[in-house]
């Protein structure tokens, strides 16, 4: 069935952008249950095309094999009416926790440095706008995939407050964790996202700087609502 798409009606888009651990995920899915719009977490997109070349045993600089990876990914958000990650589908199959491993992080993060997976992901970002509205997560949503958004947030936490949260959120779940050597990695994942050629983690033009770092997510996400609703 084809989709008739009103031209004229503007979806509005909030992009919520930052590095890992900053408390954007939690805060984009509860902004998007509060004002009744669609989610994109494009982390996990990268995520998945990150496990889908661990699974193949594909090496990260294999640019071509992994864009094809990107392209042809299949893959379903199950939406359910709360605010809880939503169900992922690869290839038919649920995909648990092993897209949130650290490994898979890493993987995504270089698979991610590649402009050509960049590129077959891109569309399928965009796709996501819908009405009545779309929170968008990730690093690039306001500076490349929603560059006309209506209001961009920058969400950052200094490293060593990510790592405390990270490291508390392992523990929870019963994971084994170590708080120096997910310093580290934050700090390596930060430099590799930071410094990459295309799309690299930044502040989009007009975007709001929010730290985190001291605040608490429902402090967060009132100021953002509130920023949306000033402008409306
Ligand atoms: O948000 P996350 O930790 O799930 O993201 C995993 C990796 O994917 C991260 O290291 C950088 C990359 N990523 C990206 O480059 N662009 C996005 N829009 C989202 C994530």
């Given at each position: 069935?084809?989709?008739r798409?009103?031209e004229?009606v503007v979806?509005?888009?909030?992009?919520?952008d930052?590095?890992?651990?900053?408390?954007k995920g939690?805060?984009?899915?509860r902004?998007?249950h509060?004002?009744?719009?669609?989610?994109?977490?494009?982390?996990?997109?990268?995520?998945?095309?990150a496990?889908a070349?661990?699974?193949?045993?594909i090496?990260?600089?294999?640019?071509?094999?992994i864009?094809?990876?990107?392209?042809?990914l299949?893959v379903?958000?199950?939406?359910?009416?709360?605010?809880?990650?939503?169900?992922i589908?690869?290839?038919?199959?649920?995909?648990?926790?092993?897209?949130?491993?650290?490994?898979?992080?890493?993987?995504?993060?270089?698979?991610?440095?590649?402009p050509?997976v960049?590129?077959?992901?891109l569309?399928?970002?965009?796709d996501?706008?819908?009405?009545?509205?779309?929170?968008?997560?990730?690093?690039d949503?306001?500076?490349?995939v929603f560059?006309?958004?209506?209001?961009?947030?920058?969400?950052?936490?200094?490293a060593?407050e990510r790592?405390?949260?990270r490291?508390?959120q392992?523990?929870?779940k019963?994971?084994?964790?170590n708080?120096?050597?997910?310093?580290?990695e934050?700090?390596?994942?930060d430099?590799r996202d930071?410094?990459?050629s295309?799309?690299?983690l930044a502040p989009a033009?007009?975007?709001?700087?929010?730290d985190?770092?001291?605040?608490?997510?429902?402090?967060?996400?009132?100021?953002?609502?509130?920023k949306?609703?000033?402008?409306?």
């Amino acid at each position: 069935m084809n989709k008739r798409v009103d031209e004229s009606v503007v979806v509005p888009v909030i992009t919520i952008d930052g590095p890992g651990g900053s408390g954007k995920g939690t805060v984009s899915r509860r902004i998007a249950h509060q004002l009744g719009w669609h989610f994109l977490d494009s982390g996990a997109l990268y995520r998945l095309v990150a496990l889908a070349t661990l699974k193949r045993q594909i090496d990260p600089s294999e640019e071509s094999k992994i864009s094809l990876i990107a392209s042809q990914l299949e893959v379903e958000f199950k939406v359910d009416s709360g605010i809880g990650e939503p169900q992922i589908l690869l290839e038919g199959t649920l995909v648990g926790d092993e897209i949130r491993s650290e490994q898979c992080g890493d993987s995504a993060s270089k698979v991610a440095a590649l402009p050509a997976v960049r590129e077959a992901l891109l569309q399928r970002q965009r796709d996501f706008r819908c009405s009545p509205g779309l929170v968008a997560d990730g690093r690039d949503m306001g500076s490349v995939v929603f560059r006309h958004a209506e209001l961009k947030i920058f969400l950052d936490a200094s490293a060593e407050e990510r790592a405390q949260r990270r490291y508390k959120q392992l523990k929870e779940k019963g994971m084994s964790a170590n708080l120096a050597a997910l310093l580290e990695e934050i700090q390596v994942r930060d430099a590799r996202d930071r410094n990459r050629s295309v799309a690299p983690l930044a502040p989009a033009d007009g975007a709001i700087l929010v730290d985190s770092t001291t605040q608490g997510i429902d402090e967060v996400v009132a100021g953002i609502l509130e920023k949306w609703f000033k402008l409306i």
